[in-house]
């Protein structure tokens, strides 16, 4: 069965750097678009970026656009969102998505604050 399995959320500071890392596994991982969302509680969950199967084409939200960068390594199964310069309205819970599959990983939280 199909996988996401999340990691590198925590605690950081207005300024500083978090890489997130999804592993995928279940399905021809290099044959998928993927993605990361957020959602803040109370809030619709949120696009973030997209990165197309083989890692040509991304994507991003205007919100993020200049400090996070999406990528992937398809021999890992494995896709990855390099967030810098965190601000405190970067805080959400962050899920991988199997783009335009309903596929979802459980998330991990990351929380910019001082």
């Known amino acids: 069965q199909v996988q996401l399995v999340e990691s590198g959320g925590g605690l950081v500071q207005p300024g500083g750097s978090l890489r997130l890392s999804c592993a995928a596994s279940?399905?021809?991982?290099?044959?998928?678009?993927m993605s990361w969302y957020r959602q803040v509680p109370g809030k619709e969950r949120e696009l973030v970026a997209v990165?197309?199967?083989?890692?040509?084409?991304?994507k991003y939200a205007d919100s993020v656009k200049g400090r996070f960068t999406i990528s992937r390594d398809n021999a890992k199964n494995t896709v990855y969102l390099q967030m810098n310069s965190l601000k405190p309205e970067d805080t959400a819970v962050y899920y991988c998505?199997?783009?335009?599959?309903?596929?979802w990983g459980k998330g991990t939280l990351v929380t910019v604050s001082s």
């Open positions: 279940g399905f021809t991982f290099s044959s998928y678009a």
């Open positions: 990165i197309s199967s083989v890692g040509v084409s991304t």
């Open positions: 998505k199997v783009q335009n599959r309903p596929y």
